[in-house]
């Protein structure tokens, strides 16, 4: 934030009776004449000391400056600042919003810009905004947060013949749900299919000592 010189900041040196008494001291201490204020670190600065008394101007006051200073003067600073950027709710539902200023209705990507998941809208003119103006405004929030149900099929198909011989297979499909908020263009739909194939014998005999059991499977995954 920075003075913009219309009144958005007011920096006053007072006295222990909070009465503004910078103008009257010497040397002179108000701002901006001779108060440096650095407004991107946050500090000010006085071109020159306190004095002792304005019948010796040139001398700094000892009990302000000692390593255990009194405290003899106070500082009141008042800034205001136009915000032009509102949080709303996140995960609003796109295109749902109706935004009145003033009893006039404003124009997205006109007027203001919206990020519909995070929930802030910006206005592009905040001067149109002052302390006297009313902001009017509808929106729809989509549920859960965001969160979609997924579908999720699954089957699977064997067969064995007798206590040696078995083949099979499975195949699983995850299918997401309708989006709460309305599709943008790059969005695609989102799908996955996953299957396999497997097969197994069992105590084959090779000769009179050995017996050997093979399996296989194939999987295989295909997202849309």
């Known amino acids: 934030?920075?003075?913009?010189?219309?009144g958005n900041f007011i920096l006053r040196v007072l006295d222990q009776n909070r009465v503004e008494v910078g103008p009257d001291l010497l040397p002179q201490q108000k701002y901006p004449d001779t108060i440096?204020?650095?407004?991107?670190?946050?500090?000010f600065q006085l071109k020159q000391p306190f004095s002792v008394g304005n019948s010796s101007p040139s001398t700094p006051d000892p009990d302000v400056y000692?390593?255990?200073?009194?405290?003899?003067?106070?500082?009141?600073?008042?800034?205001?600042?136009?915000?032009?950027?509102?949080?709303?709710?996140?995960?609003?539902?796109?295109?749902?919003?109706?935004?009145i200023l003033d009893g006039q209705k404003l124009t997205r990507n006109v007027d203001y810009f919206i990020d519909y998941e995070a929930g802030f809208i910006t206005f592009f003119n905040p001067d149109r905004i002052t302390t006297g103006s009313t902001i009017d405004m509808s929106f729809e929030v989509a549920p859960f947060a965001n969160l979609n149900n997924d579908t999720l099929l699954g089957t699977r198909v064997s067969h064995e013949w007798g206590d040696k011989y078995s083949l099979g297979t499975t195949i699983l499909y995850q299918a997401?749900?309708?989006?709460?908020?309305?599709?943008?263009?790059t969005e695609l739909a989102k799908s996955l299919l996953v299957y396999e194939f497997d097969a197994q014998a069992k105590r084959i005999k090779i000769g009179d000592k050995l017996t050997l059991t093979l399996s296989g499977e194939f999987a295989q995954s295909r997202q849309n």
């Not at 440096?36 to 500090?43: L, Y």
């Not at 106070?74 to 709710?89: C, N």
């Not at 997401?176 to 263009?185: D, L």
């Open 1 to 6: 934030m920075r003075d913009n010189g219309r």
């Open 36 to 43: 440096d204020v650095d407004f991107e670190n946050g500090i």
């Open 66 to 99: 000692a390593q255990t200073p009194i405290s003899k003067r106070l500082f009141r600073i008042e800034y205001s600042y136009r915000f032009k950027t509102f949080f709303l709710e996140p995960n609003l539902v796109v295109q749902s919003e109706i935004v």
């Open 176 to 185: 997401g749900s309708k989006s709460p908020t309305v599709p943008q263009i």
